[in-house]
Every structure is written in C-alpha cells, then in structure tokens.
C-alpha cells in the first residue's frame, strides 16, 4: 500500500507571500497524484492531479501551481498567497491505472494567510 | 459528469443509537462507491468501499453500507456508534470507465453524545 507524506502540517502565511507545499509518496511506482483544498465547512475541492512526471491536469483556475518533477514528488506552490487561499491542503495518491482502487491521503497541511 | 449529494451536513446522535448517513449519486456510467473518514486535523481514511457483487458491504469499525443502482443511493450505517465515530464522513464515487477523478460528497459531520 502508499504512504502519502505531506509537509509542513501547518504554515501561517502573509498575504503576497510565495507558497509551495511538498508531497512525496511511498510503496509505490507511478502513482496518480492529486492535491485537494478542503475550506472550513466543506467538501473536498480538486485542484490538481498528475498521472506522471510533468503532467499536471488543473480542475479549476486559480492563484495556484503545481508541478511532478519527479515520480513520487508532488509539489503546490503559489508566486502570491490570496486571503481566499486559506484551508486545508490534501495530497493524495492510488496506483497506477486502478480505478477501482481508493485514494490514500496524507495528514494534510492548514495553510492560513493573514 | 458525476455528482454526489450527502443528504445531511451533521447528524447527531447519542452513544449506542444506530446511525444512518445518506448518500445519493449521480452518474451517466458506472461508478466504484467508497465512503471515507476524518478525524479533526488528518487525511481521509477509507471507512469501506463497493466495486461490484453483493450490494452490502462491510467496513472497518463496524460500519457498513448497502448499495441501491435503483435509487443510486450507497448510504452508510452502524447498528450501536461510540463517542469515538465522531467525524465527518465523506462519500464518494469514481467511475469504472477508467478515469482518474474520484468525487466527494460534500461530506457529514457525525456528532456522538454521551
């Protein structure tokens, strides 16, 4: 099975200020990758997922990036934080080519921007 | 497209009661259904899931859930819940066709009272 590692588990962030939160996964080769925003009260939102080294599919425009340079590195990064960025970042992974398979979550980060 | 409709944002409920929470889907094709769990400040972690055959399945921590093609319904149950199932619980479906996204209900807050 994967393990979904996510870092920092918390940042407080001035508005203006650049982000980039990293992902990195275990036990598996070719994961498909995907970065979720959780805001207080709600669902999951999709920003982005990758089924492999510099693919990137974005779900919806945004003040944010991603980026895969490598096979089990999955990285979200912003130039400017926005107050609206604010929320819980989640990063997920399932083996490769396995719909039917669940998604392993890592321990999220709480980003806030001040 | 795919939409999932949890039917209700927080369900109360006294320890050892039984507890229901609803899920409806809708989907052009078919899809895999998997509930997951969130405990405060973690990742989602997959409480059960259905693929295919007998449409009631078990999961961890004595849940289970009872898929319903006629009604696309796939709601989550437990006979006697303890004040440890308080979480919020997230349904979700990802269709068989080979796709990469899985789509989360907006999720349920299971709120357990002594």
């Known amino acids: 099975s994967q393990t979904i590692h996510q870092w920092p588990a918390t940042l407080v962030q001035p508005v203006g200020s650049p982000l980039s939160l990293e992902c990195t996964v275990e036990?598996?080769?070719?994961?498909?990758l995907y970065w979720y925003r959780q805001a207080a009260g709600r669902g999951l939102q999709l920003l982005f997922y990758s089924v492999g080294i510099g693919q990137i599919s974005s779900e919806v425009p945004q003040n944010l990036s991603a980026s895969r340079p490598q096979d089990r590195q999955f990285i979200l990064s912003s130039k400017k934080l926005l107050l609206s960025d604010s929320g819980f970042y989640l990063c997920?992974?399932?083996?490769?080519?396995?719909?039917?398979?669940?998604?392993?979550f890592g321990p999220g980060t709480r980003l806030t921007v001040t | 497209a795919q939409s999932v409709t949890q039917l209700d944002s927080q369900v109360p409920v006294f320890e050892e009661a039984p507890v229901e929470l609803r899920c409806n889907y809708s989907?052009?094709?078919?899809?895999?259904l998997f509930w997951y769990v969130q405990y405060p400040n973690q990742g989602l972690q997959l409480l059960l899931k259905y693929l295919s055959g007998s449409t009631l399945v078990k999961g961890i921590n004595g849940f289970e859930a009872e898929f319903n093609k006629s009604q696309t319904s796939f709601h989550l149950r437990k006979p006697s819940v303890h004040i440890s199932d308080t979480a919020e619980y997230f349904c979700a479906v990802t269709p068989n066709t080979g796709g990469f996204k899985t789509i989360f209900g907006a999720g349920t807050r299971l709120f357990v009272k002594a």
């Open positions: 036990g598996t080769s070719n994961p498909n």
């Open positions: 989907s052009s094709v078919s899809v895999y």
């Open positions: 997920a992974g399932t083996p490769p080519g396995q719909a039917a398979h669940e998604q392993y």
